[in-house]
Nanobody
Framework: QVQLVESGGGLVQAGGSLRLSCAAS????????MGWFRQTPGKEREFVAA????????YYADSVRGRFTISRGDTRNTVFLQMDSLQPEDTAVYYC???????????????????????WGQGTQVTVIS
C-alpha cells in the first residue's frame, strides 16, 4: 500500500519559516522523484517544487523560487520543503506527491503537470498571517 504522510504545517507570521516533511512507503521511493503541490479553496492544485530521485535536480514554481528549498532525507524516502520568508499568499493545503514508476522522468516541461503525479498525501495546512 502506497502511503505519503505529510507533517509540519501550522500557523506562522509573515516573514517566518516552516519545514514540511513527507514520509513515503509502499513503493521504491528511493528511485522516484517526489514533489510538493498546494491548493487553496476554489483554485486548482498548483505545483510548488520537485526533486529527482538522486536529489541532483530540483524544480520550483516561480512564485516560491529563492524562498523555498526542497530536499531529500538520507534514506531518500523522505522529502522536505523548507519554506522561508513566508507570505499570506502562501497560505494553502500542501500536498506531497510522487509519480508511478512507469511515468517519464521529470523535465522542466512536465514537472508541473498533474497527470505526472499518481500518488498523493492527505495534505497539511499552512496558514501565514500578516
Amino acid at each position: 500500500q502506497v502511503q505519503l504522510v505529510e507533517s509540519g504545517g501550522g500557523l506562522v507570521q509573515a516573514g517566518g519559516s516552516l519545514r514540511l516533511s513527507c514520509a513515503a512507503s509502499g513503493l521504491p521511493f528511493t528511485t522516484l522523484s517526489m514533489g510538493w503541490f498546494r491548493q487553496t479553496p476554489g483554485k486548482e492544485r498548483e505545483f510548488v517544487a520537485a526533486i529527482t530521485w538522486s536529489g541532483d535536480n530540483t524544480y520550483y514554481a516561480d512564485s516560491v523560487r529563492g524562498r523555498f528549498t526542497i530536499s531529500r532525507g538520507d534514506t531518500r524516502n523522505t522529502v522536505f520543503l523548507q519554506m522561508d520568508s513566508l507570505q499570506p499568499e502562501d497560505t494553502a493545503v500542501y500536498y506531497c506527491a510522487a509519480p508511478a514508476p512507469t511515468e517519464p522522468a521529470l523535465t522542466f516541461s512536465n514537472v508541473a503537470s498533474r497527470s505526472l503525479w499518481d500518488y498523493w498525501g492527505q495534505g497539511t495546512q499552512v496558514t501565514v498571517i500578516s
